[in-house]
């Protein structure tokens, strides 16, 4: 498997309206990237130019260290060794399982059995699905195999695009996980498009942001959501409590009393960003000192729960409870904050973010 | 001289397309609620039922009932055996968009208060406009070339003045003239069913009802309603078919010629074969631009070869026949331009089944291949034929049925001494032979059937374009 660097990137399909505007992007080889934006930023454009499907205005894709488009040279899509995953599958109707995973190998290696049985195995399949058609496979099973065909030919990178946005919740997780197993197990360089930032956190090595056909952050999934590069990007890939602050030293004073501020910070106005799960809530009589709140109401969702809090003057923050033991709407709970928070310029306006209230 | 003729054969057309276009239209819509939407017993049967006209060309029919009823030529005559041949043009597009309606919408209207006759005028009319308008300019295109079987009731029209005066004077301006104005009305037509298929788009967005239609009890109505539809298919079906049996019948007792029936079979079914690979061949270009490189000069290529369907079949052979006199003498009367007569005719049907076969083979396709290392001919090779065997089969079906029951271009074209099923019959049956000519109209009956239970399976395909 090779690495892939994009420099530069940009593609207009009507003049003067970019989809891509600049994007650079470097995955290691055998790393797993995701590409996480919402619907319109771009990101399926970028998995198109990558794959060889369109030409970009400018800028250049280099796999491993063949330069594939860009300075005038446009490898097709045929000799570029890019492996493809499409959206719902994208199985040729016509042909058996078999037939798609072999669909890519030399004519001499489509009839012996063993790669097709191999590769079944690997995105962990039974063998004897190889004689059905694409027609009689589950959704979750039509995607491991288009994942063996992308895989059959040994490509030296696989481009994945929204392979699990039609899959239901079940089947999603149970699909991922052996998606994830198949790339592991052959060290594959992976490119994964998705809007889910759930998906992306929880599979890709390091995540790159897009917006608006611009590359905003490309880091590892912790980082991310720890550290994320602006408000927007906090709240897009989580929940996201944010206050308006006075940063004092390396603390900031809030509507949830003094918090930690990570990094460097200078003094003065700021927006601090806090996660729901961060807010721990106790008896107000058991901690005297701490910031009083009114329980909006309570989202019970199973394996936690979400608590809307309303606070004196900042409105309503989130707070996400594991446990049974919840507090009930309209009680009173002191509120603390546990860790540190990230601090932001202020807002110019002087308006919040929308609260985002998304899992 | 010629001039208060035109105004009597266009009164003629005109009361007589009109009259059709209504009859169709009361009949047709009246059938598919009854067929979609009522608890009439049998539903599925009287749905292959109501499609079986279809099977019997409209010549036929007309010989059916004249052969039976001499008193028949005259409007009311015509007008009853039009409507009979040429209503399934309106149940089928009307029975398939009942079933593209959304129930919800009438569940709601009833929730709402309303009756089921207000239910149908004001919830399920409205949506059915676009198809029920699509099948009665269909109707009207038909009746404008219909030449057979209206000829047969002697009731003059454009389309058999054009015939008579071609016959008489051979390629008079007179025909000429007439053939003109036919074509302008043609020409009015498909203006209308061009805008009419811009729009069609819009009206099949919501198909897909997620839910089972709860037919409305008839109740009380069951008999009636019973023996409306089998008044109806007594009329449009049992009819020609008993009178074909009746002739056929008496024709055996003047022993047929089955050395010749035999021939001209085989003579039809070549010819068809021809035509049908000939057709599809040129509709696989023009299939496949329509879709994949939508433009405007993609557009103009497909929207022109609908002007075949409907400019008369007799237009076109006149059209043939002056121009392979002028330019290419040594062709006039050869199966070479009697094939391309049938190119012109059936290239539409072709093409529809063509476009929407390469609607299904999505470029996704041919990029997951490319991704795959796939050359751009082994790609053909191996997705896009594979593909779109189907729609390119039963496109070349559709055209080879269609050309076994031609009959008008057929007339004017063929070389001299070939026969085919459709002119035999008509030379037979044009001398009052109607024993003689019952056998070949057995054939084609026989022939049109499988298409016509492909059209009942297959109601959202277009029939004839």
Redo the contacts between chains.
């Keep these: 498997m090779s690495s892939l660097t994009v420099t530069g990137l940009t593609k207009a399909y009507t003049a003067g309206v970019p989809v891509l505007d600049g994007v650079d992007l470097h995955v290691p080889s055998g790393s797993f990237t995701a590409l996480l934006g919402p619907s319109g930023c771009g990101k399926t454009t970028l998995l198109r130019l990558i794959?060889?499907?369109d030409d970009p205005d400018a800028g250049t894709v280099v796999v491993g260290d063949r330069l594939v488009a860009g300075g005038g040279r446009s490898v097709?899509?045929?000799?570029?060794?890019?492996?493809?995953v499409?959206q719902e599958g994208?199985l040729?109707?016509?042909l058996t399982v078999a037939g798609n995973i072999s669909?890519?190998l030399p004519r001499r290696q489509r009839r012996e059995g063993s790669r097709v049985r191999e590769l079944l195995g690997l995105v962990g399949l039974d063998a004897a699905l190889a004689d059905r058609s694409p027609h009689q496979l589950s959704g979750g099973q039509q995607q491991r195999v288009a994942l063996a065909?992308?895989l059959?030919?040994a490509p030296s990178l696989v481009l994945l695009d929204e392979p699990f946005s039609s899959l239901d919740a079940t089947l999603r997780e149970e699909t991922r996980l052996a998606v994830s197993a198949a790339l592991d197990a052959i060290g594959a360089t992976a490119v994964l498009v998705t809007h889910d930032q759930a998906e992306a956190l929880s599979m890709a090595d390091q995540v790159a942001v897009l917006r608006q056909g611009r590359l905003v952050q490309l880091t590892d999934p912790r980082t991310l959501y720890r550290s994320p590069q602006d408000l927007d990007v906090a709240t897009f890939v989580g929940e996201a409590v944010v206050l308006d602050a006075d940063v004092r030293s390396g603390t900031a004073h809030c509507a949830l009393g003094a918090v930690p501020v990570d990094g460097r910070h200078p003094d003065g106005r700021a927006r601090v960003l806090l996660r729901p799960e961060q807010l721990r809530l106790s008896d107000p009589a058991a901690a005297p000192e701490a910031v009083v709140a009114r329980i909006e109401g309570v989202d019970f969702f199973g394996h936690d729960a979400r608590v809307r809090l309303i606070l004196a003057n900042a409105g309503t923050v989130s707070a996400r409870l594991v446990g049974a033991d919840l507090p009930a709407t309209g009680e009173q709970v002191a509120v603390t904050v546990r860790g540190s928070a990230q601090a932001f310029p202020p807002a110019t306006t002087g308006e919040l973010p929308h609260p985002v209230l998304s899992a | 001289m010629l001039r208060p003729r035109v105004g009597e054969l266009l009164w003629n057309t005109l009361r007589l397309v009109l009259g059709t276009v209504l009859c169709c239209g009361v009949l047709g819509v009246g059938a598919a609620w009854l067929v979609e939407r009522s608890s009439v017993p049998g539903r599925r049967i009287w749905h292959v039922l109501l499609v079986a006209p279809l099977a019997v060309p409209a010549f036929v029919n007309s010989y059916a009932w004249i052969s039976l009823l001499p008193g028949l030529d005259t409007y009311a005559g015509a007008l009853l055996v039009v409507t009979l041949s040429y209503f399934p043009f309106v149940y089928l597009p009307v029975a398939a968009a009942f079933r593209g309606l959304d129930p919800a919408l009438e569940d709601t209207a009833r929730g709402l208060g309303l009756s089921t006759w207000a239910v149908f005028l004001r919830v399920q009319l409205p949506q059915l406009r676009i198809a029920l308008l699509g099948g009665g300019l269909l109707v009207a295109l038909h009746l404008l070339a219909e030449f057979g079987a209206l000829q047969m009731l002697r009731y003059p029209t454009f389309t058999t003045a054009i015939y008579d005066q071609y016959r008489a004077t051979f390629n008079g301006p007179g025909a000429t003239m007439l053939a003109g104005v036919l074509v302008m009305l043609c020409l009015l037509l498909l203006l209308a069913e061009i805008r009419l298929r811009g729009r069609r788009g819009y009206a099949r967005s919501g198909r897909g009802a997620p839910r089972p239609v709860r037919p409305i009890a008839l109740r009380r109505l069951t008999a009636p309603a019973l023996l409306a539809l089998g008044a109806l298919v007594g009329l449009a079906v049992a009819v020609p078919l008993w009178s074909l049996g009746y002739w056929m019948a008496r024709g055996a007792a003047s022993a047929v010629d089955w050395a010749t029936l035999a021939t001209t079979t085989s003579t039809t079914l070549g010819l068809a074969a021809a035509a049908a690979v000939l057709t599809t061949a040129m509709a696989l270009p023009t299939g496949w631009l329509a879709v994949r490189a939508r433009g405007r000069v993609a557009t103009f290529l497909e929207r022109s070869t609908y002007l075949g369907s409907s400019v008369p079949g007799i237009v076109v052979a006149l059209a043939l026949v002056t121009v392979s006199i002028r330019v290419t003498p040594w062709l006039y009367q050869t199966v070479p331009v009697l094939l391309a007569a049938y190119a012109i005719l059936f290239l539409p049907r072709a093409i529809v089944t063509v476009r929407s076969a390469v609607e299904q083979a999505p470029p996704?396709?041919d990029?997951?291949?490319?991704?795959?290392?796939?050359?751009a001919p082994d790609r053909l090779r191996?997705?896009t034929l594979?593909?779109l065997a189907p729609g390119i089969g039963a496109g070349a079906a559709l055209v080879f049925l269609a050309v076994v029951t031609e009959l008008t271009a057929t007339l004017l074209l063929a070389p001299t001494g070939t026969r085919t099923l459709a002119t035999a019959f008509w030379a037979a049956s044009s001398a009052v032979e109607y024993g003689a000519a019952a056998p070949y109209a057995v054939i084609m009956v026989l022939l049109s059937a499988p298409a016509t239970v492909l059209l009942s399976r297959d109601a959202r395909r277009g029939l004839t374009t």
């Design positions: 794959a060889g499907f097709s899509a045929r000799r570029r060794g890019v492996g493809f499409p994208g040729f109707p016509h669909f890519g065909r992308a059959a030919p | 996704l396709y990029d997951v291949a490319a991704s795959l290392g796939s050359s191996r997705i594979p593909l």
